[in-house]
């Protein structure tokens, strides 16, 4: 069985800061994807890692995977209050998109 | 274009109630999957259909909870006799691909707003 774990859970920081949150997972996986979730919203997809040593960046977000150590990074640089959501990573167990998801990193960015 | 929708929005049901909930997928959306959230928690899967075919329905917590995808479009997820334990967001996703190694299987899933199911 599939068990993602996501370190940590809560994170409050100061904008301008820099900060990572981290995805482990526990069996073979060779893609994964983050998501972000607002309160009471519904996920919106960030990044789809593909290989191993995949790295995608989106403005002050970026994302890798190293499939060998199972785990994938989410690093948040110069935080901004807008970036302030949940945050889930979500390895594809199957290959047939299903998704199991982590436990979310909640993360609250304070002026 | 218009994304996944979902109705109702939120539904409250006495314990015992069967309820029903709807998902649109996006059109031309090949593959479309259920997900419960609990408070808290991360989505965790229920079931996948492909066009109409149910494909994985091994999340599906008990056989009170039927699933449904009939022209391969609209799917419903029902309830029946619902418990508190029920009490959860019910997310939809869709994505064009066949969701099978290969062709599409890279495919994000694009989310519903979700059903907020109270059991009362």
């Known amino acids: 069985e599939l068990k993602v774990e996501q370190n940590p859970l809560f994170l409050s920081m100061q904008e301008g800061k820099n900060y990572t949150i981290y995805c482990n997972y526990s069996t073979t996986s060779d893609r994964l994807y983050w998501y972000r979730q607002d309160p009471g919203k519904s996920l919106e997809s960030l990044f789809v890692?593909?290989?191993?040593?995949a790295v995608k960046q989106e403005g002050r977000l970026m994302a890798s995977l190293d499939t060998k150590a199972r785990l994938s990074t989410l690093h948040i640089t110069a935080a901004v209050h807008d970036l302030s959501a949940t945050y889930f990573c979500?390895?594809?167990?199957?290959?047939?998109?299903?998704?199991?998801f982590g436990q979310g990193t909640r993360l609250t960015i304070n002026p | 274009g218009a994304g996944v929708s979902q109705s109702p929005r939120y539904k409250v049901a006495k314990r015992g109630q069967d309820v029903a909930l709807r998902c649109d997928p996006i059109?031309?959306?090949?593959?479309l999957f259920w997900y419960q959230q609990a408070l808290g928690q991360g989505p965790e899967f229920l079931t996948y259909?492909?066009?109409?075919?149910?494909?994985?329905k091994s999340g599906l917590p008990s056989d009170r909870f039927f699933a449904e995808r009939p022209e391969g479009s609209v799917s419903t997820l029902k309830i029946q006799r619902t418990q508190q334990e029920d009490s959860a967001v019910y997310l939809c996703?869709?994505?064009?691909?066949?969701?099978?190694?290969?062709?599409?299987?890279?495919?994000?899933?694009?989310f519903g707003p979700g059903t907020r199911l109270t059991v009362l």
């Open positions: 996703a869709s994505t064009p691909g066949w969701g099978l190694a290969g062709a599409g299987s890279t495919d994000t899933q694009y």
């Open positions: 259909f492909q066009n109409e075919a149910q494909l994985d």
């Open positions: 059109s031309g959306h090949v593959s």
């Open positions: 890692l593909l290989s191993n040593g």
């Open positions: 979500a390895p594809d167990l199957s290959r047939a998109q299903k998704l199991v």
